[in-house]
């Protein structure tokens, strides 16, 4: 695994300082997320410093073993850092982001819901250091709430997207991984654009879909002792989600308008196709449309996660902006899991070789996702 | 609890007859739902008589403990029951119920997802004899299918509903209602009509909104890869019930039609105008709409059941249309749950008492909604 160097010459501040694999990690922001960040980097054997607007919560977050230690500002804690994370509220991402660039963090990434924005935003602010940051968003969530709720365990077996653009650096990306990975989480690369229309459908519609079913039903409230004894496990695991904190989500549909505003227009559509077909007694087409339905849910998998022997691709990069992007974001999109990945720079500078781990399972599909991009790969089996 | 007696002088066709709590009921229709009937009422010492299209379904419904034995034709198995059971396809029902009345079952019942159409029709074919059929649907179901999934829990904790009318008799209603006990579900009253509009609400709406939303996220399938792997929990959860036979959908959507439609229209005019806040950016008026959401969630109880003392109220009954209907719905409507109900016949006939436990906690919200129907009660604290 290739390891960011000492950079920017930041004093050491304790003497807890990092082994070779020991990262010193900053988080911003020390609510749920960044709590269970921290708890579970912690545990994997990182330093921690954190820094939050509460002193108080920073105070609780030492007790609970989420940080090391906590610092007044984001430059403070950014400084030195091999990796600082921005786990706050969406909308104050990008201006977090910037000054733990300007602090000097060696990589940042961040925890938003939402990632071209954020990736735009810090690409019209810091140009130059777009190299280091890459946008992140862990698909985990609990029905806990602040640093009281963190819980290491939050992201195993979940999966955390990184958004390398064309100006990614390939260690930045590197090192971030290998960290996330000590997480327990299922790291893939999605370009921030497509991120965010994905997550329109498969989480933010989702929710403003399952919250307004629960406003129709609690709108029957002279029927309620029936209504609520009618509502069987279906309905319960479909309003779910409409149960969590409603104070995220102003932030997040500002955030993803665009992406959102058309997914829920696609959706009205289908479902006033659906009304149609019920108003007019359409058997064969409702039968159609539930078993196309039927069909894909029964073929969502349960977990990305496979247990077959693994295998070495290892993939010649010339030095030119966005073909790690390229490479990462390819091979997610053909659906390969990429286990592990490090960057092998040749003795001499410049072009490198990218070293992904996969499934065998995954090998084929990875070779035509790199011949299409016009890149060749030697596969190597593992131990 | 009053139990039906003799009748229309069936013989007895084995050796086996109902003691004075021991039932005979037939049940038509031997499939998941019939089967785990059978299963349920055979495991309380009840004999169960099975008919159905299919021999060899009768046969393994014979091995599998669904049924004691069974009959060529519903006439054959509904003679000398005490209750049949009709659990055939909902565009089917009101024909077989027919045929189970005209067999001269003392209760007929059925396990349709819709209620009023179905009333309706048997109120149109057999008027005098809707004070033996009881319309029923127990909020209960499976990813099983066929007898071969018959579970005797099946209902065990679920809501039965049961829709009585002004027509119905009230011991037809307690024998069926002791008898469904037995089964371990929570029988609740619910006029038909009502029944058709809330579950159009939390089970048919939901079940279309989910089939739709995969269908959403399926149409990606050029990002299936990626799209799959962000589809967390949340996603999971709320296209879970998407994935059941949809074979089913389009009898319920056609037997349901105007409250589907009427629940659809609300919903979509609900989701649009989600879907204008978003793209206005009114921050405050989604977090208003979502915030009604989450609480009524949060609200959603996990179960009816209470573990207070019991009550028993004790209602004079005139012998009069509709009183029985009325006063079960008026103490559904109200949230009581009845934990037990039987008939006190007084001696001279004609009135009687309709006697109706309650656990403790619902006493005065049953005295005022008897109140506000005209009627009184004496409460008993009971053992």
Known sequence: VTVVAAHDGADPIDAALPGPDRLRVAIIGIGLMGGSLGRA??????????????????????????????????????????????????????????AALDAGAAVVSDMGSVKGPIVDQVRALRPAALRRFVAGHPMAG????????????????????????????????????????????????????????????????????????????????????????????????????????????????????????????????ALGEIRDLVAAGDRPGLFHLLEQASRARRNLPVSAA????????RIPVPDRPGVFANITTALADRGVSIFDLEVAHSAEGGAGVLVIVVAEEYVERAEQALADRGHTCSVHAIG
Chains 1, 2 share one sequence.
């Not at 955030?255 to 696609?266: C, F, K, M, Q, T």
């Not at 496979?306 to 070495?312: F, I, M, R």
């Open 142 to 269: 609990s029905e806990q709430t602040g640093v009281e709720g963190a819980d290491p365990s939050l992201f195993t077996g979940r999966t955390w997207v990184l958004a390398p653009t064309p100006e990614t650096d390939a260690d930045a990306y590197a090192t971030l991984r290998t960290l996330l990975a000590s997480t327990g989480a299922d790291v893939v690369a999605v370009e921030p654009d497509l991120h965010d229309e994905l997550v329109a459908v498969v989480s933010h519609v989702p929710h403003l879909a399952a919250g307004t079913l629960m406003r129709l039903a609690a709108d029957r409230s002279a029927d309620a002792g029936v209504l609520l004894r009618l509502a069987a496990g279906g309905f319960r695991d479909m309003t779910r989600i409409a149960a969590g904190d409603p104070g995220i989500w102003p932030d997040i549909c500002a955030a993803n308008r665009g992406a959102i505003v058309s997914a829920l227009d696609e959706y009205l559509a």
């Open 41 to 98: 980097l912690r545990a994997a054997g990182h330093v921690v410093i954190g820094c939050d607007l509460d002193d108080h919560r920073l105070q609780r977050a030492v007790e609970l073993g989420a940080i090391d230690e906590w610092k007044p500002s984001i430059t403070a804690a950014a400084r030195g850092a091999d990796v600082a994370f921005v786990a706050v509220p969406v909308l104050q991402v990008a201006d977090a982001v910037v």
């Open 306 to 313: 496979s247990a077959g022997p693994l295998v070495e691709l």
